[in-house]
């Protein structure tokens, strides 16, 4: 899976996806560091990428359904973690393959102790814990 990575999580984060199988890119080595989410969600939309980022305003379905993207990761990132924290965290998220593997079409909200995915089914939504 190809990573977009937001510019609010640490440069380490792009490191531990490459050392999962993973490839990732990072906004700021593609000179959107500063872009407005739109701009990056359009971005990891085109090219199909999965959307790694801290920033709770991709979590709302209406303005990115998740079925239009190769997947949204957001991390619950409490505001005074280190970085050695948001690692961790993505750590025991990428331990779960079997949930890494759902993230196309999929909205994944990462906590500590949880992953809520949430994503359009046959009812027109679906929501599991793991």
């Given at each position: 899976m190809h990573f977009l990575i937001d510019a609010d999580l640490p440069r380490s984060v792009g490191d531990l996806?490459?050392?999962?199988?993973h490839e990732a890119t990072d906004?700021?080595?593609i000179g959107m560091r500063s872009a407005l989410d739109t701009t990056?969600?359009?971005?990891a939309q085109r090219e199909g990428w999965c959307l790694l980022t801290g920033d709770f305003d991709f979590?709302?379905?209406r303005s990115y359904p998740p079925a239009?993207?190769?997947?949204?990761?957001v991390l619950v990132i409490p505001p005074t973690v280190t970085s050695l924290y948001i690692t961790q965290l993505l750590e025991r998220f990428l331990q779960q393959s079997d949930?890494?593997?759902q993230l196309p079409?999929?909205?994944a909200i990462v906590e500590a102790g949880r992953v809520r995915l949430r994503?359009?089914?046959?009812?027109g939504n679906e929501s599991s814990e793991h």
């Amino acid at each position: 899976m190809h990573f977009l990575i937001d510019a609010d999580l640490p440069r380490s984060v792009g490191d531990l996806l490459r050392s999962h199988g993973h490839e990732a890119t990072d906004v700021r080595d593609i000179g959107m560091r500063s872009a407005l989410d739109t701009t990056i969600a359009q971005h990891a939309q085109r090219e199909g990428w999965c959307l790694l980022t801290g920033d709770f305003d991709f979590s709302d379905i209406r303005s990115y359904p998740p079925a239009d993207y190769a997947g949204i990761v957001v991390l619950v990132i409490p505001p005074t973690v280190t970085s050695l924290y948001i690692t961790q965290l993505l750590e025991r998220f990428l331990q779960q393959s079997d949930v890494v593997e759902q993230l196309p079409g999929k909205l994944a909200i990462v906590e500590a102790g949880r992953v809520r995915l949430r994503g359009a089914g046959a009812s027109g939504n679906e929501s599991s814990e793991h």
